[in-house]
């Protein structure tokens, strides 16, 4: 009496595993057709941004162990430099946004470029990516778009950081 019952929840699962494989499918061609949609969706819960800034959506792909990554925020604007070490004044701000809990940076303005004052030798210069000097490790979280609002000439890069083995102190 076991085998038949067996067998039929067997088939059972089979024609649900079949359903649930044809809703998937459906649903990554209604993803893949409404993509923009989706984006859209996920960028509900942060403010539109406002006159002189544009917001920048970082989406960052599914990883296995999250904790052990970050990501580096990088604001900055390419420009003519010399042999100097350069950078730009700013505060990056952490920002949350109201009625969903989730964190947007915000950099008002982009500071006065500042330099070192070494004598280079004619020809030195270059175009170059010139940064503000804060640049925030934030956690990794591929479930959530990273938004950052920056003035409309700035540029936004990033870099992603993995922790190395965990050691012991002695």
Known sequence: MKLPTLLAAGVAALGLTACAAAQAEG????AGAANGQAASADLKAFPAATAGQTRHVINLP???DEDGLK???????TQTVDCNRQFFGGRLETRTAEGWGYDYYVLPA???A??????CPPGSERQSFVT???QPLIRYNSRLPVVVYAPSDVEVRYRIWRAGETRTAR
């Open 114 to 119: 500042a330099s070192t004052l070494m004598g």
């Open 132 to 134: 503000t000097q804060e």
């Open 27 to 30: 649903a990554m061609t209604q």
């Open 62 to 64: 599914a990883q296995s």
């Open 110 to 112: 982009l500071g006065n």
């Open 71 to 77: 990501v580096e925020l990088i604001l900055g604007k």
